[in-house]
């Protein structure tokens, strides 16, 4: 079992930049891929960002290259999405997910077996 908690949602304007944390707990964290998806209201889960076990790979999707940054510290068990220049289409609530299953680089969201409770971005213009 894993268990993920994610923390720095927020509120912020147009232009800046809110850092995400996912902590992780249980299955040894070092060894598994881990993602951020988000949600928009009445919207499909999209897959933002992963990064592969030792933190030398990572995806992005195309609407967020140059703006974030997905790393992680496998000491603190712990994922990060660093978001800048934030956009008002940014606003969604947004997951950390672990694969598990030994994917090397997944991107997929059917491709995570374990996800947290989610985290309100709002950007305002």
């Known amino acids: 079992q894993v268990g993920l908690v994610e923390s720095g949602g927020g509120l912020v304007q147009a232009g800046g930049s809110l850092r995400l944390s996912c902590a992780a707990s249980g299955r040894t964290f070092s060894v598994y891929a881990m993602g951020w998806f988000r949600q928009a209201p009445g919207k499909e889960r999209e897959s933002v960002a992963t990064?592969?076990?030792?933190?030398?790979?990572?995806y992005y999707v195309d609407s967020v290259k140059g703006r974030f940054t997905i790393s992680r510290d496998n000491a603190k068990s712990t994922v990060y999405l660093q978001m800048n220049s934030l956009k008002p289409e940014d606003t969604a609530v947004y997951y950390c997910?672990?694969?598990?299953?030994?994917?090397?680089?997944?991107?997929?969201?059917?491709?995570?077996?374990?996800w947290g409770q989610g985290t309100q971005v709002t950007v305002y213009s």
């Open positions: 990064i592969n076990w030792a933190g030398g790979n990572t």
């Open positions: 997910a672990a694969d598990t299953t030994g994917s090397y680089l997944p991107r997929r969201t059917h491709d995570f077996d374990y």
